[in-house]
């Protein structure tokens, strides 16, 4: 029965702004029924988590995520809901965020998509995402920061901290170790302690303590025989125990398969919990999730303690508090013309030009002519590749822009591929393929240059959720296409969009190759604009290249480390019958990251196995020269830090910017380390003729390895190597200093 309460109003600390966040937290927990701190962990619907109606107490609203704000789904269903006012701006995928290496970028980013979550009404947003690139097969590479820990640690703590200065939580995901889509909703990862402290969680680490990140994402893959929604080790040991952590973990939607871990390993929101065995949602409710009605009798029945019940409740209070709640939030905007210039300015410095003989930048006053071939060309890649789809206002064309550069522009398909879809593919006749290839190919000879804009797209089996790719070579016959191109007309420029490495076995005919990402709205004029010299190239990949799939170390290493092996039998997969539908799935597969801590650089460096372009790699319009770095010191102690300053000067007749990185060795270490690692980057931007200085600070922090058996990072005494570089094998120069 409803009671009327008519003692004289006061402000209740839970709804005083001005109160410590703790205190509103216990207030509002005290007002509390058992029911409603239940209620508070579990969806209510496909995208939000219900609050405290009685306590004036918002909702959680989230979305997709990570590069522009998903349009509204059905409360029910993944049906799109049709609302005319959801289309946003598309920012470029967070591998072209990652080719920047500009954290200023990050900054603007976060800022920009905040902006457009916030007036969309929502108070998480699900990324960014920082799992660590370790195969080129990964469906979702594109969604990520790369293959190192310390490039994706810079980038994704600016990106938070300006995001969440719209009220609006960043939901870092996913965590951890879900590096593939193939069997992503039940593999079980076996990692060293090392790779994963050194490789895996870093990225993550600095999200949460310096980005100060209010919520997480689990994964839904398993570790250590556990998933990642409810793992002890990696949410209460590692995220809440050494990272202190006091925001709320999410589920991956689906990611919840059991009652009792989640409720005591450290789950806070249950999201996307599907069949349960059964087939349809109208069979399992939102009361039947693992977190609603089974915790509610767990609790009553006195095995979940009430400690337990409120952390939970009070994690998601102050996610509530942060975002939904917080009344000096400001109101967003959509699409703006701010939008549209920050998506251009990531876009304009992502783009790595990894080949030049001289052919670029076309010069829109000498080459007239110009065929433009390849279907990314035309392909509005917002769509597909799961749930970073975008409904877009606008999204401008490679090929519309190279219209508006150059005098004459014709567009021949060179191939097709079908619709955007999950986990399949249409399949087009070969006939058709064929037929559309020879008439780009004989078009090709007439004009001033060909410019091939193909790649990888969010079809299934690509760039996409859910599945890996099948293939490292181009597919859909792509590497027929740009021979033959090649061999119709001396002035070919290739200009692929993908989120992945693949095989270029055409590259010694090709003058002059250019890397793009799906970079959403402005994808067309950014690309135009570097292919006519507008814009200087300046962005640097965030991952190598292998020559061959062989040459990176996680498939080196067979298939038990990629992608991992499945028992004959089924026996014993529970986790398969409760996942939800939108999970792929094997028969109890599982997997061990042989390489270990030799991902991406690392493994090619060390192993002396040269990549195709390697990490870090991207030239320029103009020519940079790297000076003699000098050191502060000549050695340094466990309290120290010495700086490395080094002179860049711009030596060409362009403007441009370069990025110094500085790499460290070991030169003797008591364990295997990596040849070297990324310990700092700086990106400046130089007139002709510029010079300026680029200062690097080295702590002992740099010079750690963790040891597992201690459980701590340590620095060993000797001498240590100091790498100026423009990628990770172009070293220009290499100094030394004694760590005591
Ligand atoms: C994806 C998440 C996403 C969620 C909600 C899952 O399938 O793995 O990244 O945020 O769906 O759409």
Redesign the pocket.
Known sequence: MVSYNDSPAQTPVYLDKTAPVEERVKDALSRMTLEEKVALSHAQGKFSSAGVPRLGIPELWMS??PHGVRAEINWNDWGYSGWTNDSVTAFPALTALAATWNPALAAVYGKNVGEEARYRRKDVL?GPGVNIYRSPLNGRNFEYMGEDPFLAGEMVVPYIQELQKNGVAACV??FALNNQEKWRGNIDVEVSDRALYEIYLPAFKRAVEDGGAWSI?GA?NQYQGQHACHNKRLLQDILRGEWGFDGAVIT??GGAHDTREAALNGLDIEM?SFTNGLTKESEFTYDDYYLARPYLELIKSGEIPMSVVDEKAGNVLRLIFRTAMNTDKPFGSLHTPEHYAAAKAIGDESIVLLKNSGLLPLDPAKVRRVLVVGENAVRPLNQGG??SELKVKDMFSPLEALKAVFETVDYAPGYKTGRAMYEAEDIIPEAELDSLRRDAVAKAPAYDAVIYIGGLNKNGFQDC?ASDRREYNLPWGQDRIIEELAAANPNLVVANISGNAYAMPWLDKVPAVLQSWYLGTMIGPSMADVISGKVNPSGKLPFSFPRRLEDNGAHASGVESYPGVESESDAGNAAADLAGA?VSLGKNPRQVYKEDILVGYRWHDTKKIPALFPFGHGLSYTTFEVGKPSLSSASMGADGSITLTVPVTNTGSRAGSETVQLYLTDVKSSVPRPAKELKGFEKVSLAPGESREVTFTITPDALKYFDADRHEWVAEPGRFKAHVATSSADVRHTVQFDYK
Do not use: A, N, P
Request: charged letters at 35%; aromatic letters at 14%.
């Open positions: 997709d995520g699900l995901k996913h994402m839904y991956d939607w996307g799961g749930s959720e939108d």
